[in-house]
């Protein structure tokens, strides 16, 4: 998990609108995205985050005992 509750939120948010803007639209294209930021906001994960090191989850999961 590399996505904080806040960014799940604000993620969530915007899938809705991309799904109500595809629905409006009939548009496939913002339908995947749709569906992408869905997975996103659920998964807790992002592809972009990962590939420049950030991470805004509150929990560490590299911490060491």
Not at 14 to 35: D, N, P
Request: glycine share 6%.
């Amino acid at each position: 998990m590399n996505i904080g509750s806040t960014d799940r939120y604000i993620r969530l948010g915007i899938a809705i609108a991309l799904l109500l803007l595809a629905w409006w639209a009939l548009s496939w294209i913002l339908l995947l995205f749709s569906v992408f930021v869905f997975y996103e906001a659920l998964a807790g994960w992002c592809l972009f985050y990962q590939i420049i090191g950030k991470n805004t989850c509150q929990i560490n999961r590299n911490k060491k005992k």
